[in-house]
């Protein structure tokens, strides 16, 4: 049976991910599950799509990942199902559907198909998106889900992407974990290993290798588990020592070996 992971913005303090679990357990029994992340800020998109694609690289060939961060629940906005290389994605068509790049075959889950009551109005989680996952889940046919959807026609992701500049980019904090780095929407690939950042008159960093190589209180610029440049303190947190907060910008210089701005 194909494992399922879930995304979501549910918390942990009230009911929804259990009834999710429950509802998995109920339609594909003994469904391995693995969840990513519960936590993502209420209807944060642009965080659920930047969590999403630092966990794809690292789950297993058929993996349906369930990603629910939806504020226009019961709405007109479609429940849509994709296949995306050896993975499946389950999502609402409100650009975290599109976090991951061009899909393969997209359709429109249709309830009717799964042979399920009209869902609620307020929890798709539950009615909608945890059954497809299920359905898929038990080796069912995406197709079977519902009718095709043009993958050119999806809501785009809000993720930016980094701005090129002369010597560098503008790059946007996209993420804040909870030991205050800041991770940016930059691959560390696209720069150096003498790279440097900037965001004030008198706050830069140099670019590390590990967190440790910073001195006490310094800021350092490195690659972060996900392949993105982040700003990191050594036992402290980048957030409160630049005072920076996600979606502030940040200049990165570095392009070419020798370039020392």
Known sequence: M????????????DHYVGVVHAILEKHAP?????????????????????????????????????????PGVGTSRRALALALGRRFLIAPDNGLAAAL??????????????GLPEPSRTFHGRDVFAPAA?????GEELEELGDEVDPDLLVSCPL??????TSGYQVTVIS????????TNLPASSVTSNARAAWSSDGSARRVQTYSEGEDGEVVLLEGSAGFLELAVYSGSAAMATGLRRGDSIRISGLDDGDDE
């Open 30 to 70: 003994g469904v391995p599950r693995i969840d990513l992340d519960h936590l993502v800020p209420p209807g944060d998109i642009i965080e659920a799509s930047f969590q999403l694609r630092c966990a794809w690289p690292h789950l297993p060939a058929g993996c349906i990942v369930m990603a629910v961060v939806d």
């Open 101 to 114: 790049g061009p899909a393969s075959d997209v359709v429109e889950i249709d309830w009717r198909a799964m």
């Open 160 to 165: 930016p992407d980094p701005e090129p500049l």
């Open 176 to 183: 804040v974990d909870r030991f205050g780095n800041l991770a």
């Open 2 to 13: 194909r494992p399922v992971a879930l995304l979501t913005d549910f918390g942990l303090s």
């Open 134 to 138: 299920a359905w898929l889940a038990r």
